[in-house]
């Protein structure tokens, strides 16, 4: 399913992914729609955020770990892993607080109580966070549960808000 982020109210930025073909983006900034690949890497699930300079940030499932890369330099770079599983990992979102810290959430199976596939759990990070290289924060940890599909929220490091969908197994 694809996200989009507006840049003003005339210049859409669209992203999505497809398991086989990578994480994709596509805008009319131009006057004329362009298409990029980002990377080949995407399974799927993704999270994208917008900081206060027009910066377009993301964060991508790659199998066993998440990726995060940014439009910083004017292209669309991956800069570096912010964690990696015992096994798959699955959807993520990503927000930017009033102070452009990013927010990251996504959920793996297997890394403390459950397993795959019955189990996950749901997983919280920050740049501050992955930048001081501290793995990301369980949040939910719940034994026979499969926490899946979070979304997130922050207005500052304090007010932080992560939802998800509790599946039963």
Do not use: R
């Not at 300079?53 to 912010?82: P, R, W």
């Not at 403390?112 to 939910?140: G, K, R």
């Amino acid at each position: 399913y694809p996200k989009i982020l507006l840049q003003g109210l005339n210049y859409p930025h669209i992203f999505w992914s497809n398991y086989s073909f990578g994480f994709h983006h596509a805008t009319n900034f131009s006057g004329s729609w362009v298409t990029d690949l980002i990377t080949t890497i995407g399974w799927g699930g993704f999270g994208v955020a917008k900081d206060s300079q027009n910066n377009l940030h993301f964060a991508v499932i790659n199998g066993d770990s998440v990726k995060y890369g940014n439009n910083s330099s004017g292209n669309f770079t991956v800069e570096k892993i912010v964690a990696v599983h015992a096994v798959i990992c699955g959807e993520t979102d990503l927000a930017i607080d009033d102070d452009d810290l990013l927010h990251l959430t996504y959920y793996s199976f297997g890394d403390t109580v459950n397993i795959w596939p019955d189990n996950s759990e749901i997983f919280y990070s920050n740049n501050e966070l992955w930048d001081a290289n501290l793995f990301p924060q369980n949040i939910s940890q719940n034994a026979g549960e499969k926490d899946i599909y979070p979304g997130i929220a922050a207005f500052g490091i304090e007010t932080i808000f992560v939802g998800w969908t509790k599946m039963d197994v």
